[in-house]
């Protein structure tokens, strides 16, 4: 079975540009978690789903971030406009909605704003 | 809050050799899981070991163990016979009960030498 897929894996883009990234989740698992990386910040989490509907978004840095689940399957994370600060790399991880399931993550994407 | 740390920002350690890699956090649940993820230059988060609270028995992945003390809350990972594909940064990470996000301490970088 596929893993957690991502898209794309790098983008390079001028701030103020809209960016958005894609995440497919392994088949069968109804959690989905975005995570930022930085040097700065470590790994911390942005927002997660449990069966498409958003629980904690507490992490989303401001009103310039939003996260979607249109399907089961499939979520969306945007950043309009984007800024430099915005630099990082950006993954995506699935699991099963049990307490203590392994997350299992995607590949990255590296996102560089200019 | 939770927390996670990892004091030792860089290990390493002669190939065949043994390493211990330290992991204390701070929660004031009950129930919670723990987990070991690698992620060597490629960026991939990849699940190494995971330990629930509640199980006494120290989990163990083939050459890769943990040492869990509940009451100091510390969670080493051993890893025996270190090899060269073992180099990579690894992380620590706390998922409670309710939600299930993973809260990641800083990072260790090990290096193998050969």
């Known amino acids: 079975d596929a893993g957690v897929i991502q898209s794309p894996r790098h983008e390079v883009t001028e701030m103020g540009q809209e960016v958005t990234l894609r995440c497919k989740l392994i088949?069968?698992?109804?959690?989905l978690f975005w995570y930022r990386q930085t040097m700065m910040r470590g790994l911390e989490l942005l927002i997660y789903?449990?069966?498409?509907?958003?629980?904690?978004d507490s992490g989303m840095p401001e009103d310039r971030f939003s996260a979607k689940m249109p399907n089961a399957s499939f979520s969306t994370l945007k950043i309009q406009p984007s800024e430099p600060r915005d630099s990082a790399v950006y993954f995506c991880?699935?699991?099963?909605?049990?307490?203590?399931?392994?997350?299992?993550f995607g590949p990255g994407t590296r996102l560089l704003v200019l | 809050a939770q927390t996670v740390t990892q004091s030792q920002p860089e290990m390493s350690v002669q190939e065949a050799e043994t390493v211990t890699l330290s992991c204390t956090y701070d929660?004031?649940?009950?129930?919670?899981?723990l987990f070991w993820y690698k992620q060597p230059p490629s960026r991939q988060m990849i699940l190494v070991i995971r330990?629930?609270?509640?199980?006494?028995q120290n989990a163990t992945e083939n050459r890769f163990s943990v040492n869990f003390q509940k009451a100091a809350k510390s969670f080493s990972l051993k890893i025996s016979d270190s090899q060269l594909g073992d180099a990579a940064m690894y992380f620590c990470?706390?998922?409670?009960?309710?939600?299930?996000?993973?809260?990641f301490g800083q990072g260790t970088e090990l290096s193998v030498k050969p």
């Open positions: 991880a699935s699991s099963l909605k049990r307490k203590g399931e392994t997350q299992y």
């Open positions: 088949s069968g698992h109804n959690s």
């Open positions: 789903f449990n069966n498409n509907v958003p629980i904690d």
């Open positions: 929660t004031s649940e009950s129930d919670y899981y």
């Open positions: 330990q629930e609270a509640y199980k006494q």
């Open positions: 990470a706390l998922s409670l009960n309710q939600g299930g996000k993973l809260i």
